[in-house]
């Protein structure tokens, strides 16, 4: 077996480790026991309403998004170039967020949420795409804009919470942190029709990401039609990252944290990247999740904020590592 293997199975164990704990910590723990008994359907002591209907979707949900912006995070960096992408980073994140802020001002049902995240992501990649085609869409460009279309979003995000009474905003408020709070198994039915199907996509045309980032004039060279190639898998980033913040709100760390840790482990090759950062995200978002009702029960600390506390140092030395190495 080879080492990518061993490192991805390893993953896989850690991911599973996560979502028992995940089961099991909060206001009310839970022992292993109990957990088999209620997800087998065995004699013994059960907890059906704690775990089938309020950990457990909120589980898998934070599996399904850890996956979809760690993915998207992996694309975003290869198609920059850049250890330091992300989808917040280039502004998707803070753009769908702005979309789903604007429905809830205006009154539009919950129902729309993944729709409306889509959109507004879509609305900010395509104001980065088209401002850097002036002088060519280079990662240097796509990234600058990026930062600034995000910094538009997020002031635009920040007006609404000021001038919006507060009882429209008091649950998105807490959405906006990046939080798994009261999410149920209609969020999962929303968003993972839409997730699934992508990440399938984004794991298949994982070769092509080692073909970009050869360089513009060797993938044209092998025959690639780049521009095309950057658009497709740009949008394909950014619907991944969209329905992910409609789901879960703005984890803007995961997609920075998730590919750098999978490369760290496996190499350069995005056949193995894509998967192994999909797996470093979901036990990222899930252990997140669990560690914030872990730690102060019965308060719940937002999964953004643990994400947040940890990413912020994490940027720093891939930014310090990146000058030393010369990137």
Excluded at 61 to 82: E, H, K, P, T, V
Excluded at 98 to 106: D, F, K, M, T
Excluded at 210 to 232: P, T
Excluded at 247 to 261: I, K, N, R, T, Y
């Amino acid at each position: 077996m080879s080492r990518t293997l061993w490192v991805l199975v390893g993953l896989l164990g850690v991911v599973v480790l996560a979502v028992i704990w995940s089961i099991s910590a909060g206001a009310v723990p839970i022992s292993a026991s109990v957990i088999v008994n209620t997800l087998f359907g065995l004699e013994g002591p059960h907890q059906d309403f704690i775990i089938l209907q309020s950990r457990l979707p909120r589980t898998v949900l934070a599996l399904i998004a850890g996956a979809a912006l760690a993915i998207s995070g992996a694309i975003i960096q290869a198609l920059l170039r850049n250890p330091l992408a992300s989808p917040k980073v280039i502004g998707i994140n803070s753009g769908a967020a702005l979309a789903v802020c604007l429905g809830v001002l205006s009154g539009v049902s919950p129902l729309w949420s993944p729709v409306l995240a889509a959109v507004g992501g879509f609305a900010a990649a395509s104001l980065v795409w088209i401002g850097s085609l002036r002088r060519g869409a280079s990662p240097a460009r796509l990234a600058l804009i990026g930062i600034a279309v995000g910094f538009l979003a997020d002031a635009g995000v920040d007006y609404i919470l000021v001038t919006a009474p507060t009882f429209e905003f008091s649950a998105p408020l807490v959405w906006l942190t990046g939080s798994l709070w009261s999410r149920g198994w209609d969020d999962v039915a929303r968003s993972a029709p839409l997730i699934l199907p992508l990440i399938g996509m984004a794991l298949l045309l994982a070769f092509r990401l080692d073909l970009i980032r050869l360089g513009d004039a060797h993938a044209r060279g092998l025959g690639m039609n780049v521009k095309i190639e950057r658009f497709l898998l740009l949008a394909l980033a950014t619907a991944l990252a969209s329905v992910s913040v409609a789901a879960v709100g703005a984890l803007g760390f995961v997609g920075l944290m998730a590919p750098h840790m999978a490369r760290q482990l496996v190499g350069g090759n995005h056949r193995a990247v894509l998967p192994a950062s999909m797996l470093v995200g979901m036990a990222l978002v899930v252990l997140s999740d669990a560690a914030g009702r872990a730690l102060a029960p019965p308060i719940e600390i937002s999964a953004g904020i643990l994400t947040a506390l940890f990413g912020a140092p994490f940027f720093v030395f891939i930014l310090l590592t990146s000058r030393r190495e010369g990137l």
